[in-house]
């Protein structure tokens, strides 16, 4: 998904459609950019973290803030506790504001004790 406007956000849905609580939490493993700004002072994801409940939905705002100059990636990493890590391949520039999702659904399937999640964007 390509977003062009001017600090545009981007709604990840997480939800769980399993049968237990699912604690998740979003963070990075990796960046390059083009400038020495962390990819926090450039994306901003919110909620970082939450609780789940069975049944439920929770919607996650991704937010670049171009600088001038600026090419940024990053990989936003959303990890299951007691489950997987799922992987949201983030890349933004300034010239033109756009970013990039590499995905729009990340499905978890079912996890131990009958938990899954599917995430994906509005």
């Known amino acids: 998904m390509y977003i062009t406007d001017d600090c545009?956000?981007?709604h990840?849905?997480?939800?769980?459609?399993?049968?237990t609580h699912i604690l998740w939490s979003i963070g990075s493993?990796?960046?390059a950019s083009s400038s020495t700004l962390r990819w926090s002072q450039v994306f901003d994801v919110l909620?970082?973290?939450?609780l789940l409940?069975?049944?439920?939905?929770q919607q996650v705002q991704l937010t670049f803030y171009g600088h001038s100059g600026l090419a940024v990636q990053a990989v936003a990493v959303c990890q299951v506790e007691g489950g997987p890590a799922y992987h949201v391949h983030l890349r933004g520039e300034a010239a033109q504001v756009t970013?990039?999702?590499?995905?729009?659904?990340?499905?978890?399937?079912?996890?131990v004790?009958?938990?899954?999640?599917?995430f994906t964007t509005l």
Do not use: F
């Open 8 to 10: 545009q956000p981007v």
């Open 12 to 19: 990840l849905l997480l939800n769980d459609a399993g049968a």
């Open 29 to 31: 493993v990796s960046e």
């Open 47 to 50: 909620p970082l973290s939450g």
């Open 53 to 57: 409940p069975p049944g439920e939905t």
């Open 99 to 111: 970013y990039h999702l590499d995905r729009t659904t990340v499905d978890c399937g079912k996890q």
């Open 113 to 118: 004790g009958g938990g899954g999640a599917l």
